[in-house]
């Protein structure tokens, strides 16, 4: 029989939280917000050895059942987390997400307008996120793979609630394999602030094809909706 099972639940990942705030420059903002998935997935690493130290016959595992983009409901940061910026944070906090053993569920707040935080607007128009999670979806395998990278990195102090970070890797990368291990998808999130960065894969021992699929979200502005 299969082991019972409980689950913690967590509030997580919610940034840059700027009510009442003012002072700090868009690329300020959103720089720190693109290296505060690091702080989510020291929090979770650290709860998991939490876990481990006191769970006995029965599995706790690790719900996110709130999580998302943050800002404000405030004039100047009113309709952010639906930009370009905030799917690149999203992006990078799927993969720390993925990369967690005990997560197994992971519920965004919040789908479709009826606030400020929806990844659908009023005008019922999916915007940048919702495009995130659907690569996710239907571009991405069912079992996770090792994956190295070497990578620039850069440095953001403290802004508003998010904590001063140090060596953030601008490229990031998660890899699974699906189609009965037949198919390698590789996962890539660039947090540079100006620079489209080249990409070399190296596949190691999987019998990579000569050609590949690539599934990208990008534009030209950070501020971006659609």
């Given amino acids: 029989a299969a082991p019972e099972m409980d689950y913690l639940a967590v509030h997580n990942a919610y940034f840059p939280y700027l009510f009442g705030q003012s ?94 935080m929806g990844w659908v607007g009023y005008d019922q128009k999916p915007k940048v996120p919702y495009y995130v999670v659907q690569l996710y979806a239907k571009h991405f395998g069912d079992r996770l793979v090792g994956v190295s990278v070497d990578s620039p990195t850069y440095d953001i102090p403290a802004v ?37 960065h080249k990409i070399r894969v190296d596949t190691g021992t999987f019998p990579a094809a000569a050609t590949a699929t690539v599934w990208s979200i990008s534009s030209p502005g950070v501020l971006d909706h659609n």
């Avoid at 508003?160 to 999130?189: C, F, H, I, Q």
């Fill in 160 to 196: 508003a609630v998010m904590t001063p970070e140090t060596k953030v890797a601008e490229v990031t990368a998660v890899a699974s394999l699906g189609d009965n291990g037949r198919k390698l998808y590789v996962n890539l999130v660039n947090r540079s602030w100006n620079t489209i």
């Fill in 23 to 116: 002072g700090f420059t868009v690329k300020d903002v959103y720089q720190g917000l693109w290296a505060s998935p690091e702080a989510v997935k020291r929090s979770l690493v650290k709860l998991d050895a939490l876990i481990t130290k006191h769970e006995k016959q029965r599995r706790i595992d690790i719900a996110i059942t709130e999580w998302g983009a943050l800002f404000s409901f405030e004039k100047d940061w009113v309709d952010h987390v639906k930009t370009v910026g905030s799917a690149v944070y999203l992006s990078r906090v799927m993969q720390v997400f993925l990369e967690q053993p005990r997560v197994t569920l992971a519920n965004y707040f919040k789908f479709a307008d009826r606030s400020f």
